[in-house]
């Protein structure tokens, strides 16, 4: 049973914006890292940001810093990536994750993460 869906891909030409949610209701965000993910077509997948614990601290891949930003809206059980400016080179699925918290090594490291979403396409091209 999937308990994260991710919504709010789509295409974009380059330079614009788009908005990703990740509806997470059988989790509880304080004591869980909730991540995104990417993987485009023939590479890795990698992290790309995540929002850990009762702190909410924010972790983001050196690609994306000062263009997306992670949050989360405890209320609604809802994790968001705003993506701006964004690249043809962010042309990917997208995933939301998520991991218990306590004794996470590496936020960004995929291998730490017990539960995906089926994922959303970005496609950034004119």
């Known amino acids: 049973q999937v308990h994260l869906v991710e919504s709010g891909g789509g295409l974009v030409q380059p330079g614009g914006s788009l908005r990703l949610s990740c509806a997470a209701p059988?989790?509880?965000?304080?004591?869980?890292?909730m991540s995104w993910f990417r993987q485009a077509p023939g590479k890795e997948r990698e992290g790309v940001s995540s929002i850990v614990g009762r702190d909410g601290t924010t972790y983001y891949a050196d690609s994306v810093k000062g263009r997306f930003t992670i949050s989360r809206d405890n209320a609604k059980s809802t994790v968001h990536l705003q993506m701006n400016n964004l690249k043809p080179e962010d042309t990917a699925v997208y995933y939301c994750a998520a991991a218990w918290a306590r004794g996470l090594v590496d936020v960004l490291r995929d291998g730490e993460y017990t539960d995906w979403g089926r994922g959303t396409q970005v496609t950034v091209s004119s």
């Open positions: 059988a989790f509880t965000f304080d004591y869980y890292a």
